[in-house]
């Protein structure tokens, strides 16, 4: 039980370890879009994970770098056709970052750190409790950004959203801007550190 | 789009960091001091030239002719890797202390997500050769003009004093996001009037 939560809080990805920090400010616009992006890149990670943990003796050491790529690269252009059918409108929103999953470096660094070396359920443990750390911290962005940028929750990516009357009309437009999201990332960074000093007494 | 019109966006108004969020990593993480961010920064713009060229040339005579475009991802990040290789290569041979300094970062190279993206973008925009090989260059230029900045902010953040919990990457990430403001000036207003004063 210890080692799914680490993900959340002493190990959270994006706040902690600082992986994965491209898509967790691009796509963090909306709720939903976090939700989307964490779904499919929980989904990758689990299968890089289990993928790479149970070829870990087959590989060889020198080439295990683009080996695990390949393994990757494959998952995602699976998740991306599925979603392409399935859910288009997600799909379109997310554009250019669900083939970024490919390079993004909490998929690679969990491989080489932990599946790499580690047994099968220990791996699927691993990717567990990372991906649902990176949807928290997904979520936590998108929902600050989402709830000042333009005073709405958007849940579900199907045009519904739950309006917020004073802030939907006074918006914060600048949350919702690029700048927005490297200032409210880099307040976060430092609630959690202060966080993990607070646990640690 | 014209060739300079395609300078100017890829380099100021979709800047690659500040406007389009892809390649954060490097831009926190090696942006310490100048001599790194310019290394780093250089190392980048010939990866992403070299890459965007070489996805354009695999998409539209291999890719393409076959109908194997769904294979698109897979193919373009296998390139980058190898030519990230290359580079890391050359490096470590002609310039040993410059190889010190970006350490670690020199391989990420495959893992910013930058280097796919305008790749990606270059192709999704339906780029010829040369529009594409020059949307590389301009966003590498971006990337590298972006961390030079960062690097030149954060040797004055050194000695002041910055609140304890925030030292390090939440202060850059809040000193990019004001600079990502001041680069909102640039937009796409700017480049259709230079254009036709021009």
Known sequence: ?201 | MTYVGIIITYTFISNLVLSQFLGLCPFIGVSKNSESAVGMGLAVTFVMSLASLISWALEYFILVPLDIEFLRTVTFILVIATLVQLVEMAVRKYSPPLYQALGIYLPLITTNCGVLGIALISVNRNFDAAESFLAGFSAGLGFLMALLFMSGIRERLDTEKVPKYLRGAPITFISGGLMALAFMAFDTALLTNLLRSS
């Open chain 1, 1 to 201: 039980m210890k080692g799914l939560f680490k993900g959340l809080l002493n190990e959270n990805p994006i706040f902690v370890l600082a992986l994965g920090l491209c898509p967790a400010l691009a796509v963090s616009i909306t709720v939903s879009n976090a939700i989307g992006m964490s779904a499919a890149t929980l989904v990758v990670l689990m299968g890089s994970n289990l993928l790479i943990s149970l070829f870990r003796k087959q590989i060889p050491y020198d080439i295990h770098i683009p080996a695990y790529i390949v393994i990757i690269a494959t998952l995602v252009t699976a998740v991306d056709i599925i979603l392409q059918a399935y859910s288009p409108a997600l799909s379109k929103s997310l554009g250019i970052f669900i083939p970024l999953i490919v390079v993004n470096c909490i998929i690679l660094g969990r491989a080489e750190a932990f599946a790499s070396k580690n047994t099968l359920s220990a791996s699927f443990l691993d990717a567990l409790s990372m991906g649902f750390g990176f949807t928290v911290g997904l979520v936590t962005i998108a929902f600050i950004r989402e709830l000042l940028g333009s005073g709405t929750i958007t849940l579900i990516p199907n045009g519904n959203f739950i309006r917020i009357p004073p802030l939907a009309d006074n918006p914060v437009l600048v949350f919702s801007l690029p700048a927005g999201a490297l200032i409210v990332m880099g307040f976060l960074q430092g609630f959690f550190r202060w966080l993990g000093v607070v646990r640690k007494r």
